[in-house]
């Protein structure tokens, strides 16, 4: 495929895949695939990353693409550039300068933000009209992003906006940030399993998939699964009640499995709003889906 117009490259790195795609915010994506990882090693990404520049190379050349917008989990600390915190994921994938899985010559070109961030960003250019939009990824974690008139807000240091660590339990499960009674040690996948999986009676479960089949015949897993929205819900009540945004878009791997009772969720979050909000925050589901984190990149790659 080879073209004249502008093209931005937008990469989002998770836990089991790199997903890519070239485009540019005129035209939207262009072209969108995924690469699945080797192991969680920084070799096996590093191995991955390569290979994607090898078919960017090979269908439009590297030389054209303007700019790399990258998406990762994690925190990037604003003033060194570097990935903090932990990465339950991607174990190796912190305390280091994420440029280093690039070649050499492009690292110049290149841009990271927080995955969710861009998920809240790219939700954000559906819907120009609405000034100030949070967006929410369920998944193997809890990621949340703010986009007020077009910025991310990232908060003093970098941190703002971390939605799975607010307390939803006192003294409760432990998380991996190292807290007690996190959301994201309730509802996320990740901590969904650990709580099933803490049950040494049950087969060990591997997915949302697992949880979702199960929580129809254990009364046990269907308790876990209706407590997780009951902390999912309270906690994004409690946000948007602080933070009166315009629109609540919500997505994720747990969101997109149409086996997910996401109106469930829907309904509890918008009981959780005082009267006087609730008809005028809009909530939905992301539009993006699985494209949100490259869309953003993109988005961010092609800002000064
Ligand atoms: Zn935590």
Redesign the pocket.
């Known amino acids: 495929m080879k073209t004249d117009k502008n093209l931005y490259l937008g990469i989002d790195i998770g836990g089991s895949s790199v997903k890519y795609g070239w485009g540019n915010p005129s035209d939207g994506l262009l072209y969108f695939d995924k690469v699945h990882l080797n192991g969680t090693s920084l070799e096996s990404l590093t191995i991955t990353v390569n290979k994607i520049m090898g078919i960017v190379n090979k269908e439009i050349g590297l030389q054209n693409i303007i700019a790399i917008g990258v998406g990762t989990p994690g925190t990037i600390n604003l003033k060194t550039g570097k990935l903090e915190g932990v990465n339950p994921n991607l174990q190796e994938w912190v305390n280091i300068d994420p440029k280093i899985i690039f070649p050499a010559e492009l690292r110049d070109k290149i841009k990271f933000e927080n995955d969710a961030n861009l998920m809240a960003l790219a939700e954000a250019s559906c819907l120009p009209e609405v000034h100030n939009l949070i967006g929410i990824t369920i998944g193997s974690g809890i990621g949340c992003g703010w986009v007020i008139d077009g910025q991310i807000y990232h908060g003093a240091h970098g941190y703002a906006m971390e939605l ?2 607010n307390i939803v339990e006192v003294n409760g499960i432990k ?5 007690r009674g ?1 959301l ?2 309730y509802a996320s996948v990740n901590g969904l399993l650990n709580r099933v999986n803490s049950n040494k009676e049950f087969m060990q479960l591997e997915n949302m998939q697992d949880i979702l089949n199960y929580s129809r015949q254990n009364l046990l897993i269907k308790g876990y699964l209706k407590e997780s929205i009951q902390y999912l819900s309270l906690a994004i009540s409690n946000l948007l009640i602080n933070l009166d945004s315009g629109a609540l878009i919500i997505g994720g791997g747990v969101i997109e499995n149409p086996e997910f009772p996401y109106i469930k969720l829907e309904r509890a979050i918008v009981k959780g709003f005082p009267h006087i909000q609730r008809d005028k925050i809009i909530v939905r589901k992301a539009i993006y889906g699985n494209w949100a984190g490259v869309m953003g990149a993109l988005l961010i790659s092609s800002r000064d």
């Open positions: 799975g660590h998380c991996n940030c190292g807290k996190c994201e040690a």
